[in-house]
């Protein structure tokens, strides 16, 4: 999408192919005239579903009987008139209205284009923007809900709360700057310091969602690791049956890996098992390998399966690797009973299907501790770019922060303030940087 | 010279400190320049404070130095007494301030003017200004003197139909015992530009021997006085006269108080908008209403002048009720008044009418500068005038137009926010008004600007030289500093550059450590300290102004209608269509024009 023009588009908003119903959007300035030329009735009430039949301008051949919605702007969607018809599923209806529109001289959406015209209609910002972006593409229930929090405006309420504070700061600061010392009375560091404290731990907050934003949208990688035939694989099945919910089953990038998504309490987890790197060779040899320590580095946990010692064996690899991100697991227990005196071991027969249950409890419990989960419809950060923002604007509070310490003077302190709150400013997409809007529209579908 | 040769004559009318700026860049770029003015006596009298700088004024006098001006030159000489003020806040916001010795400063200035070839002064008052084909041909005078010109300069301060307050008396002037300019406000008026009302006060002028002197505190200048002008001679050995402190009292405030309904400001009689910034006392009280004092300042008007002006106790009471709130303040209980103080309302033209280089955007050669513009100050009127003078001059010139842009100069800031912003009050100069701060500050102003007046041809060779010679001294302390490494008592030996960044650490500390760095100039020791200081944070700064740069010079057709944008919103599409700005980086600054409207526009304008 390179240039914003107003005029009329058009797309079919539902997926191609076979459906009961498929949905047509049109938005442009002014959309009154289409109705009498595309439908049987001169005018539509707004905002109320219409049967309608629908004809060709051109000949008056019937095409479909439909419901269709008339929106005026600038109470719609895009801030522009806007029509939405549902008209019976199936390729070949869809395509017939849309060549009809095409006729009629209305252009063919851009993926993404009306969400675009939302935007620079003011009806949403940037952080809805991308919420909606990524509503479409959510693949668990807690995606969903974040990303619906913040489509309702959640983080950007958050934000210019945030920045609302800082202004206040600021203009405290910049009032002293102006006058002289006889002039006006000052407020102490103390005073400035408190409230800087403020600013910093509410951007802690928000910064602490971007794990669990991360989490709810990225996943979490689990990776089996651990000797030729210790019940790897063995143990990579009996963990998919156990979770029925699996999302996809994705052969690896390489034929050496295969993964498994799977929804555990709303999280999405990636399985990976990484047998395939050396069933063939020497374990020891093979872990040196690139592709392994990638996978490794990669992964939020480590499963590490023996058959013998796990703890043991996995001391003498020395990975540098913290020891909350392992779970170790003995495998290829039948037949016995075993109690771990380990926190992170766990006993494991595949065979038997035991201590299964346990380790994925276990499992759920390490993620959702390691993801400061909270409760998602106050509004995360989702997207790289404001995860990005928001840990630089972190580092700019800490920084202003230990200057004020230091009895750096105010200008500069009025300074940085003011970065930040440039930096906040970008997250809710008061920026008029044309790259950075074209980027985040561009990763829209057709008819969003 | 042939004054009446139409193409190459600028005529400026007005003779204070706009107009001084405006005539003196004119003629020192070779351009005919007749200063019509209605007494020639009073060119650079300063009507209201005597002083000079203070808080982000004195950056723009180093900026007016900068630009090969006049202003610091003459405060420089006219001096008594040079103090920076704000030291406790950092260097970007220190305000270089004197005072001056007000008679000396428009005899000096008088003497420059005369001294200037190009410069023809005459007496009279312009009342008309004839407009051919949207260009500027002539100024008419009230005798019916016919001057043809290129350009015109209207620096009119408070004279566009003046109106004196005092109490509830009121009468025509355009500053105490001077008439005020008719003709000019309805010429303008006539050829269709926006007009408002604006209002600023005085205070009273005291004798100095009606003053107990030994109930006033003394306060005096630095110890080691910096100049304005670069071009000053060093060292700098300026008079240091004292000034006295005294602070009103809660009995001086309920004189006032009492006394609020005889106020024209209060009675609604004045109906311009007075500013919030240097408020009447009047004001002061009624807004801060648990200060129970505040400081005055008591300020000679000339070296040993018997007139004293009463900073901080600006108003338009009747002079008995100043004077009976004043005689509650011990030091001033037997006080007389030479004048009482009083409050003036006057027209300004709406300034957004007008192009960065302060030349109005329908007719060419017309110039406004000063506080017809809606501005306050001997300061940002002297800004003013001096690029109005520019443009002038380069109009007649046919060079490219000149302008300064908010991210290099205060004298930018000013400039564009009087152009894209509504004035509500009369626009004062503030640091906080520059987003580019730690870049802005008073002892680069030459640095940032020295080398664009000479481009102009405004600086002179002995000022570039000057500039140069700073700069090379400049790179060899940094290139001293550079190799040195010093032990400040630690025990340990630091790199100098590092030592420097410690705040309180200076280079005099360091002068005992690094030999050689004694033998230079304070000024420019203290330019290479700050800029190591500040390394950091103004790189932060700079990055930003890349950010806004990538949009800020795209200009905007002058004839788009941006009523039929139907895209943007309909306060933007307005106010858009009102001001009309140059670029879409003035667009960005007009309240109610969201960032999402500029991004429309810069869409549409691919």
């Known amino acids: ?448 | 010279m042939n004054p009446l040769s139409k193409k190459q004559t600028v005529v400026i009318c007005g003779g204070g400190h706009a107009g001084i700026e405006a005539s003196l860049a004119v003629a020192r770029l070779g351009i005919n320049t007749i200063l019509v003015t209605l007494d020639a006596n009073a060119i650079g009298r300063m009507s209201c404070n005597p002083a000079i700088g203070g808080l982000a004024k004195g950056h723009l006098v180093k900026e007016i130095d900068a630009l090969g001006g006049q202003m610091g030159v003459e405060a420089d000489k006219a001096g008594i007494q040079f103090k920076m003020l704000n030291k406790s806040k950092g260097r970007a916001v220190w305000g270089p301030r004197a005072q001056m010795d007000k008679v000396n400063y428009a005899r000096n200035i008088r003497k420059t003017i005369l001294l200037e070839n190009n410069i023809r002064i005459v007496q009279g008052e312009a009342v008309d200004i004839k407009v051919d084909n949207q260009c500027v041909s002539a100024v008419i005078l009230k005798d019916g003197t016919h001057i043809p010109c290129r350009a015109v300069i209207i620096p009119s301060g408070t004279f566009l139909d003046g109106k004196i307050h005092i109490g509830n008396k009121n009468f025509p002037a355009g500053r105490f015992g001077e008439k005020p300019s008719i003709g000019l406000t309805q010429s303008l008026k006539g050829l269709g530009f926006k007009f408002g009302r604006l209002k600023t006060g005085t205070p009273p002028r005291i004798l100095s021997n009606s003053i107990d002197y030994s109930l006033a505190e003394l306060s005096d200048g630095d110890k080691l006085p910096t100049p304005f002008s670069t071009r000053t001679p060093r060292p700098f050995k300026p008079k240091n006269l004292g000034c006295h402190i005294v602070n009103t009292n809660s009995d001086c405030h309920d004189i006032l108080y009492n006394s609020l309904s005889l106020s024209p400001m209060y009675s609604g009689i004045i109906k311009g908008v007075g500013p919030r910034y240097c408020p009447s006392v009047e004001d002061k009280i009624v807004r801060f209403k648990d200060r129970k004092s505040h400081q005055l300042f008591l300020e000679p008007e000339w070296e040993g002048s018997k007139q004293i002006y009463v900073n901080g106790f600006s108003t338009s009471m009747p002079e008995e009720v100043q004077k009976e709130s004043l005689r509650m303040i011990p030091a001033l209980r037997n006080v007389e008044f030479i004048r009482p103080g009083y409050a003036i309302e006057y027209d300004y033209f709406i300034p957004s009418q007008l192009k960065s280089t302060l030349e109005s955007k329908e007719i060419t050669g017309l110039f406004l500068a000063g506080q017809i513009n809606g501005t306050s100050g001997y300061e940002e009127a002297a800004a003013q005038g001096l690029i109005a003078g520019i443009n002038a001059a380069l109009l007649c010139l046919q060079k490219n137009s000149f302008s300064l842009t908010r991210f290099e100069s205060y004298i930018g800031v000013l400039i564009d926010d009087i152009v894209t912003k509504d004035i509500d009050e009369p626009y004062r100069m503030f640091t906080s008004r520059a987003e580019f701060r730690l870049s802005l500050r008073p002892d680069n102003a030459d640095i940032r600007l020295t080398q664009q007046g000479r481009n102009i041809g405004l600086v002179t060779d002995a000022h570039f030289d000057i500039f140069q010679t700073r700069l090379k001294n400049m790179q060899k302390i940094e290139a001293t500093l550079e190799k040195a490494s010093i032990d400040l008592g630690t025990g340990i030996k630091k790199p100098a550059i590092k030592v420097l960044k410690q705040p309180l650490v200076t280079t005099s500390e360091l002068a005992t450590h690094v030999p050689g760095l004694n033998t230079f100039l304070p000024d420019d020791l203290f330019t290479v300290e700050t800029d190591i200081k500040y390394t950091g944070y103004v790189d932060r700064e700079q990055k930003r102004i890349e950010q806004i740069n990538k949009i800020e010079n795209i200009s905007l057709p002058v004839d788009i209608d941006y009523l039929l944008l139907q895209t943007l919103s309909m306060e933007a599409r307005e106010k858009l269509q009102r001001i009309r700005p140059e670029t879409l980086g003035q667009a960005s600054r007009i309240a109610g024009v969201s960032p999402s409207d500029i991004l429309n526009l810069n869409i549409m304008l691919k």
């Not at chain 1, 301008?57 to 895009?78: E, L, N, V």
């Not at chain 1, 499963?303 to 697991?329: A, C, E, G, Q, Y």
């Not at chain 1, 604007?393 to 500069?412: A, H, P, R, Y």
């Open chain 1, 1 to 448: 999408m390179v240039n914003y023009v107003n005029d009329t588009i058009a797309a079919l908003a539902t997926p191609y192919g076979v459906g009961a119903i498929a949905v047509i959007r049109i938005s442009g300035e002014d959309l009154k005239p289409l109705i009498p030329q595309l439908t049987d009735k001169s005018k539509l009430t707004p905002r109320y579903a219409t049967l309608v039949t629908l004809k060709s301008p051109a000949s008056g051949i019937k095409i479909d009987q439909s419901i269709i919605t008339f929106f005026p702007g600038p109470d719609s969607y895009t801030g522009e008139d806007l029509i939405e018809i549902s008209c019976h599923g199936g390729e070949y209806i869809s395509r017939s209205i849309l060549s009809e529109l095409i006729a009629l001289g209305v252009r063919s959406a851009n993926p993404g284009e009306f969400s675009y015209r939302a935007f620079m209609n003011g009806k949403i910002d940037l952080v809805q923007a991308e919420a909606i972006s990524s509503l479409t593409q959510a693949r668990t229930g807690s995606d969903v809900g974040a990303n619906l929090g913040n489509l309702t405006g959640k983080l950007s309420d958050r934000i210019n709360q945030l920045r609302a504070g800082l202004l206040n700061i600021l203009s405290i600061i910049e009032h002293e700057l102006d006058f002289q010392e006889d002039e006006i009375s000052f407020t102490d560091r103390d005073m400035i310091m408190e409230r800087l404290s403020s600013v910093e731990s509410s951007l802690s907050d928000i910064a602490c969602t971007a794990a669990f934003g991360k989490t709810i949208t990225n996943g979490v990688r689990l990776v089996l690791l651990g000797r030729p035939n210790t019940g790897k694989s063995s143990l990579f099945n009996t963990i998919l049956g156990h979770e029925r919910a699996i999302v996809s089953n994705v052969p690896g990038t390489t034929r050496d890996t295969l993964e498994s998504w799977f929804d555990l309490g709303g999280i999405p987890v990636c399985l990976v098992d990484t047998a395939g790197y050396w069933e063939s060779g020497d374990f020891l040899e093979n872990l040196g390998i690139t592709k392994t320590i990638m996978e490794v580095k990669k992964s939020d946990f480590i499963l590490f399966v023996d058959d013998v010692d796990p703890v043991n064996l996995f001391s003498k690899l020395n990975l540098t690797l913290s020891h909350d991100r392992v779970i170790f697991i003995k495998s290829k227990v039948d037949g016995q009973t075993m109690i771990s005196d380990e926190e992170s071991l766990f006993y494991t027969s595949s065979k038997n299907d035991t201590g299964i249950r346990k380790l994925i409890t276990y499992i759920s419990t390490a993620i959702h501790d390691s993801i400061h989960e909270i409760n998602y419809g106050d509004g995360l950060l989702m997207t790289q770019r404001q995860r990005a923002l928001i840990i630089s604007s972190k580092g700019l509070i800490n920084n202003i922060i230990s200057e004020v310490k230091n009895q750096t003077e105010m200008d500069i302190i009025a300074s940085l303030l003011h970065s930040l709150s440039n930096n906040l400013d970008e997250v809710v997409g008061n920026i008029t940087n044309k790259e950075i809007v074209k980027n985040i529209f561009t990763k829209f579908c057709v008819g969003k």
